[in-house]
Nanobody, 111 residues
Framework: VQLQASGGGLVQAGGSLRLSCVVS?????????MYWYRQAPGKLRELVAD???????SYKSTAKGRFIISRDNAKNTGYLQMNSLKPEDTGLYYC?????WGQGTLVTVSS
């Protein structure tokens, strides 16, 4: 099983990015809850958003109203749409399902 995260980059404050996480190797794994985490420089990894197999979502309070997590079961792909980005959103973003982790994609928001 592999999780391949992509979509990070450098963006100005107020901009948007869409992260993707492609799950390969097991369709069954993708049927589980998916999580997106962020690790800011010098800080612990924290949960940003998650989505269940039946599309129930939850968000870190600072992401609510700006981020949207979704999934495409036909493509075994999860997404994190990030809008109105702030410098404090900077960090490595990881997707996670059960014990499997993506490699992280770097988001840098400049002020």
């Amino acid at each position: 099983v592999q999780l391949q995260a992509s979509g990070g980059g450098l963006v100005q404050a107020g901009g948007s990015l869409r992260l993707s996480c492609v799950v390969s190797g097991s369709a069954e794994i993708f049927s589980n809850q998916m999580y997106w985490y962020r690790q800011a420089p010098g800080k612990l990894r924290e949960l940003v958003a998650d989505i269940t197999s039946d599309d129930k979502t939850s968000y870190k309070s600072t992401a609510k109203g700006r981020f949207i997590i979704s999934r495409d079961n036909a493509k075994n792909t999860g997404y994190l749409q990030m809008n109105s980005l702030k410098p404090e959103d900077t960090g490595l973003y990881y997707c996670n399902i059960k014990q499997y982790w993506g490699q992280g994609t770097l988001v840098t928001v400049s002020s």
